[in-house]
Each structure stands twice: as C-alpha cells, then as structure tokens.
C-alpha cells in the first residue's frame, strides 16, 4: 500500500460529532484533516428548524446551522475536504485510511464521525421506484408533492414529525403503523392523531408500492386480518429508523448487533487504541445535534491526551 500523505489527526464525518471534533482538535493544534463523506453536514442538512439546539435563541434552519459548524471549524483551521472514506487498515500505527477508493492517507490519532443513515422497508418497489415518488426524506421531497395524497410508513418521532410536514402541503397524509401503538413521543402522537387531514391506518404493513415510472398507489395489509386495500398516492415515504454507518469499520472496531461502535463508557475511546468515534455513529439512544456535538468535544480532547501521552504530539 502506497501511503499518498500522512496527517495527525483525521477526522472522518462533516456532522455536529466530525465538525465538533474539529473546532477543539485544530484549536489544540492537532492540525485535524477532515473528510466530509457522502453527505457534506450530515442528517442535519435533511431537516428544517432546528429549535432545541442551544445558542440560536429564535432556531436555525439545519442546513444552514452546519454551514455555522463548518466555517466555524475552517476559522480555527481545519483542513475540511470532499472525499468518502473507503476502506480502513487499522492493523498498527500510523492507521490508514483509503479515501475515494484511490488514495491512502496515514493518520496518528482517527476520530470516526460517520453518523447514521436512513433504513428502507426492503421491498422491491421502493428501490425501483426510488426518486420516483419514493422518498426517506420527506423535508427534501415534500414540496413535489402539493396538493396531492402522499402516504409515510413509520411510527417514531421522525414519523411523525415528517406526516405533520407533509400534512401541511398535501391534501391527505396516509400513515402506515405496523403495531396498534406509536412509539413516538406523547405530544407528537397527539398533533398526528389530531391533525384533521393524516389517517392513520394501524396493524398495517406496505405490500407493495405501486407504479409504473412513478407512484401511482400502495397496496397495504391489515396484518391482524389480512385484508389488504389499494389507495391512490403519488408519494411514498419511508422514516423508519437508521442505521449507522460503520460498515468499513467492520473487523476492527467493536460494534453491537445493529452495527452501532462500542465505545468505552464516558469516554470516546474504541478498542483500537488511538482510533475514537463520537456521534450517531456510536450513539443509538440520544442522537442529538447537541450529544453529537458534545461527543465530538470528547473525541478530539480524548485524541489530544493520547497523542500527548504517545509522544506525538
Ligand atoms: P425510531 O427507531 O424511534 O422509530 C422507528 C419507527 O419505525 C418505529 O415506530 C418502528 O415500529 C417503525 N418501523 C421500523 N421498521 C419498520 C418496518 N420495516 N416497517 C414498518 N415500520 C417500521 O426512529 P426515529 O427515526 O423515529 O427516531 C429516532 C430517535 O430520534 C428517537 O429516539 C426519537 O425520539 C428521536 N427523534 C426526536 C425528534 C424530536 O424530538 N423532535 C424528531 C425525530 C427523532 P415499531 O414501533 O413497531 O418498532
């Protein structure tokens, strides 16, 4: 393996955990190179207001809150680049990592920020009809929708959340839940079941999404009786959880079943010493902008103790 450069600190993932990590590693002269992945600013960049995130008194568009987190990061000099980590070898120090399938880079400390991703149903239709009329994220694809009937499936906040987005720009919002019970929050559960124009259908599953080049209907089930029924729709969505992005870590780092990284308690460090992880990426219960801040602060103050103790730094 050709080793293209090698850095200090490498920081892979551009959420609230990767810029974090960033601001407090470039301000303890780490000299912290970032890759920002597939998605530059993460999951917030697929949301609306923000309102829970401290500091911005009247709320902040997502979107434009990481664009505050990467230029504030840039300022106190981090070297913040386009470019998807591919493949790790964290087999002995300096750690590599190959970027864009094309290149290795060598880093002493690698803090892994890489955030969560939207899971699907799994169903042939929502591939193929993906970009056409299926969609994860209903803040982004809402507005092709006016006016016409859409349907979600999920019963979490996310859920929730997205049915009373799109109730307020399609004319019926049909909600699909597997169970005779929501998991979301009581006061969320409330808005949707008092929302006049979401139905909400329980004990029901998606059999299939229906449509030739887009969406024209889904036909679902009832899975206590088996019933199922066909309704007109020209948008699906789908908000029924992530999953974290840890695949390239797999065989190295310590993760639990659902691929979520281990982490020591209170603290950002994984098994590999040198290599910690902050963010969604290792964090299944909060998931917060806020925890994923905090979390990166913990990265990069975990790293500076490290590099120091090592004589690296
Ligand atoms: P959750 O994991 O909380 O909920 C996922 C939902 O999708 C569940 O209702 C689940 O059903 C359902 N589901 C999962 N798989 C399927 C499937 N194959 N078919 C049909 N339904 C399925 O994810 P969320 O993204 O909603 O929330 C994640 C976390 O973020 C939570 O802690 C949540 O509270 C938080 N959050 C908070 C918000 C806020 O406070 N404003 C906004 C958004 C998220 P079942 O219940 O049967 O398992």
């Known amino acids: 393996m050709e080793i293209s450069e090698k850095v200090h600190c490498l920081i892979i993932g551009s959420g609230p955990a990767g810029y974090t990590a960033a601001i407090y590693a470039s301000r303890a002269n780490l000299k912290p190179v970032l890759y920002q992945g597939i998605q530059p600013g993460g999951q917030l960049t697929i949301t609306t207001e923000v309102e829970n995130y401290p500091g911005y008194k009247d709320g902040v568009q997502g979107p434009d ?8 990061a840039k300022r106190m000099g981090a070297d913040i680049r386009y470019g998807i980590a591919t493949k790790v070898d964290f087999s002995e120090q300096p750690y590599k990592v190959e970027i864009d399938e094309e290149k290795w880079i060598a880093a002493d400390a690698v803090i892994i920020s890489t955030g969560a991703s939207a899971k699907w ?12 009329g299926v969609s994860a994220c209903a803040v982004c694809d809402g507005f092709f929708f006016r006016n016409k009937e859409v349907a979600i499936v999920g019963a979490g906040d996310t859920a929730a959340e997205e ?10 919002v049909h909600m699909f839940i597997r169970r005779d019970a929501m998991r979301a929050s009581k ?16 004990n029901t599953d998606t059999d299939e999404i229906l449509g030739d080049k887009h ?3 889904v036909r679902i089930k009832n899975n206590k009786t088996n019933e199922t029924q066909e309704i007109t729709i020209s948008g699906f969505f789908v908000a029924i959880g992530h999953q974290p992005n840890s695949d390239i870590f797999k065989g190295w780092i310590d993760m639990d079943e659902a691929g979520y990284i281990l982490t020591q ?4 460090k994984t098994n590999i010493e040198g290599v910690f992880a902050a963010g969604d990426v290792q964090d299944k219960y909060y998931r917060q902008a806020v925890t994923a801040a905090g979390s990166g602060c913990m990265a990069a103050l975990d790293a500076e103790r490290y590099l ?3 004589g690296l730094h």
């Open 65 to 72: 809150m990481m664009v505050d987190f990467e230029h504030q």
């Open 121 to 132: 149903l799994g169903i042939e239709s929502e591939q193929r009809l993906n970009g056409f």
């Open 163 to 172: 049915a009373l987005y799109l109730s307020k720009l399609c004319t019926t």
């Open 187 to 202: 006061v969320m559960q409330e808005r949707v079941l008092n929302a006049p124009n979401i139905k909400v259908y329980w």
């Open 215 to 217: 969406v024209t209907a």
């Open 265 to 268: 308690p209170g603290t950002s």
């Open 308 to 310: 120091g103790a090592k």
